[in-house]
C-alpha cells in the first residue's frame, strides 16, 4: 500500500524559512516524479515545484522561482521542499504528489499524480 506523509508545516514570520519532507513508502520511489502542491482557502491546487525520479529535472512554478529548492533522497525514499523567503501569499496546505516518471524532462499535470500525501499546513504570517 502507497503512502506519502509529509512534515515540517507550520507558522513561520515573512521572510523566514521552512523545510517540508515527504516520506514515501508502498513505491518504486525513484520510478517516481515527486511534486509539491500548493491549496489556498478558497483557491485552486497549484503545482509548486516537481522533480524526476533520477533528481535531474526539476522545475518550479513562477510565483516561486528563486526562494523554493526541490530536492529527493531516493536512498531514504524522501523527497524535500526548502522555502525560503516565505510571503504571506505562501500560505497554503502542501501536499506532495506522486506521477509515474514516463518521460524524460516531463513537466507533470496535477492529474498526472496517482498518489497523494493528506498535506501540511504552512502559515506565513507576523
Known amino acids: 500500500q502507497s503512502q506519502l506523509v509529509e512534515s515540517g508545516g507550520g507558522l513561520v514570520q515573512p521572510g523566514g524559512s521552512l523545510r517540508l519532507s515527504c516520506a514515501v513508502s508502498?513505491?518504486?520511489?525513484?520510478?517516481?516524479?515527486i511534486g509539491w502542491v500548493r491549496q489556498a482557502p478558497g483557491k485552486e491546487r497549484e503545482g509548486v515545484s516537481w522533480?524526476?525520479?533520477?533528481?535531474?529535472?526539476?522545475n518550479y512554478a513562477d510565483s516561486v522561482k528563486g526562494r523554493f529548492a526541490i530536492s529527493r533522497d531516493n536512498a531514504k525514499n524522501t523527497a524535500y521542499l526548502q522555502m525560503n523567503s516565505l510571503k504571506p501569499e505562501d500560505s497554503a496546505v502542501y501536499f506532495c504528489?506522486?506521477?509515474?516518471?514516463?518521460?524524460?524532462?516531463?513537466?507533470?499535470?496535477?492529474?498526472?499524480?496517482?498518489?497523494w500525501g493528506q498535506g501540511t499546513q504552512v502559515t506565513v504570517s507576523s
Open positions: 504528489a506522486a506521477a509515474p516518471d514516463l518521460i524524460a524532462n516531463y513537466d507533470p499535470v496535477l492529474s498526472d499524480y496517482d498518489y
Open positions: 508502498g513505491l518504486t520511489f525513484d520510478g517516481y516524479i
Open positions: 522533480i524526476s525520479g533520477s533528481g535531474g529535472w526539476v
